[in-house]
């Protein structure tokens, strides 16, 4: 069960589905406890969890490049952490309350593009901005 007021944990989702949705190629579906964001319908770089486990965060968990988990851990520890299951890969805890929308869109784009194929990348890549 939720630690957060439902609108909230809505609020949350609303705005991890606006970004990982915007990207190429990418579909959502539940995964571990929670909707998970994929490209091409294989492969994860993004899940939104509520409580997971009892664990108190509402975060997500997200595909991040080499060294970059242990640098945010170690620098903002009440911001970032090392999530079960996939943080011995290097993924990238973030809690979520209080993250302006700007970084969370910054975050879900680097873990896009952590785990995109190059194809999707280069797609990605020429869009316009917008």
Known sequence: MSRFPEHEVAEALAKVRAV??????????PSHGGPAFFIRNKKCFVMFLDNHHDDGRL??????????????VETEPGR???PPYVGHI???????????DGELSAIC???FATVAPPSVLKMWRSQPAG
């Open 20 to 29: 990982c949705l915007a990207l190429p190629e990418t579909s959502e579906r």
């Open 59 to 72: 975060a997500i968990w997200c595909a991040a490049p080499d060294g970059v988990q242990t640098e945010m």
């Open 80 to 82: 970032f952490f090392r």
């Open 90 to 100: 290097g993924w990238l805890g973030v809690q979520l309350p209080g993250i302006e």
């Open 109 to 111: 784009q680097e873990a």
